[in-house]
């Protein structure tokens, strides 16, 4: 396919939170997920020679810090990425997203240059992966100028993540393509209008230097490990999980009544439910747990685990959403004292914006 020469594309999507329902979406109950005001963002031009140049910056993420052993000047430099195993997990997104690109429609390669920068902290629940796959594709089919719409976009980033991660639910690539809120209920996606809400997002995101490095590298696969674990604990006690899972589905439907009504102190109560929901099916790691009882304590509304959770054994890394009523600035200082990423969030932020002039 033809590329006007100098021609510069930048696509950039949202993170997301998921609000009530992670995991008991697997089962095929209610979700209620929204974007959030962080950003990725892939640019995409052409390269003086054939191939891909991939560069990735400004990823806030944390954990391992990788000081290259010397060797000569060029590898002596410190690594921009501190965790540097995720980084590589990112750049399997990117990878995986140019060879289905090639395969579905041809895309040439003729020498393109591709610049991510995001504010999306990587393994922590916030959408990282799928905000990569969406804006990847997007910026490289405008580039290339393959036709389609926005919802080719989403599938085709769909696809892509779960040849990556072997499964995804719909959630992560929807809210990146079409921000705003998204309800996902027996895996159709619908999207739902609602008012912003002010939260904070605390991550667990330090790997304990105790932990080996292939321990490490499998946070990679956290989603999936604990999204297995739930499924094995399920397989014992069965009816018990149907009941939890049965609960979880009513909290999302009032949670969405809660939220339409403006009502935060339900919100609040329902977020504190969905929590005990999520630690009943074993998702919910020490260092997340007290993230959220010391929100409560300090008088949030309502505090919850959010996304896949975490595991002790890989270190809790996750995040937990709080919806902080009158005392956000006690909860932001006591969650960055305990050595959490404490980020201000908007919901509801703007979905895939493509530029071409900028
Ligand atoms: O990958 P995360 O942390 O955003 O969590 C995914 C949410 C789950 O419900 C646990 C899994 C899924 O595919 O929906």
Do not use: W
């Not at 919910?284 to 304590?297: F, G, N, T, Y």
């Amino acid at each position: 396919m033809p590329v006007i020469e100098g021609k510069e594309i930048r696509a950039s999507v949202p993170a997301k939170v998921i609000l009530f329902g992670e995991h008991f979406v697997v089962y095929g109950k209610r979700a209620l997920a929204a974007a959030i005001n962080r950003r990725l963002a892939v640019q995409v031009s052409s390269r003086g020679k054939r191939g891909y140049h991939i560069k990735i910056e400004d990823i806030p993420t944390f954990g391992l810090e990788l000081d290259l052993e010397a060797g000569n000047d060029e590898k002596r430099k410190v690594r921009p990425y501190k965790d540097y195993g995720t980084a590589v997990k990112a750049l399997a997104y990117v990878r995986s997203s140019i060879e289905y690109l090639e395969e579905r429609y041809g895309i040439g390669n003729e020498g393109v240059e591709i610049e991510i920068k995001s504010e999306i902290p990587l393994s922590a629940g916030l959408g990282s992966s799928a905000a990569t796959c969406v804006a990847t594709i997007a910026a490289l089919k405008e580039y290339f100028g393959v036709k389609g719409d926005v919802e080719g976009i989403r599938s085709d980033a769909h696809n892509v993540e779960k040849i990556v991660q072997g499964a995804a639910s719909p959630i992560d690539t929807a809210i990146s393509t079409y921000g705003g809120y998204v309800l996902v209920e027996r895996n159709e996606v619908k999207r739902l209008r609602l008012d912003e809400l002010n939260l904070i997002v605390g991550c667990v995101g330090s790997i304990p230097l105790s932990m080996d490095s292939t321990k490490a590298s499998e946070l990679g696969l956290k989603t999936k490990t604990i999204v297995e674990g739930v499924k094995n604990r399920r397989a014992i006690f069965t009816s018990i999980f149907d009941s939890v899972f049965d609960a979880a589905d009513e909290l999302t439907a009032q949670a969405i009544k809660a939220i339409e009504e403006n009502d935060l102190v339900n919100v609040g109560a329902l977020m504190n439910i969905n929590h005990g929901l999520l630690d009943a099916i074993g998702v919910v790691p020490r260092r997340l747990s007290e993230l959220v009882k010391m929100a409560q304590d300090l008088g949030a509304l309502g505090a919850k685990v959010t996304g896949a959770g975490g595991l002790d054994e890989m270190g809790g890394v996750g995040s937990v959403l709080v919806l902080p009523g009158e005392s956000g600035d006690r909860i932001k200082a006591a969650m960055a004292i305990a050595d959490a990423l404490v980020m201000d969030v908007k919901t509801g932020g703007e979905g895939l914006r493509i530029e071409t002039d900028f």
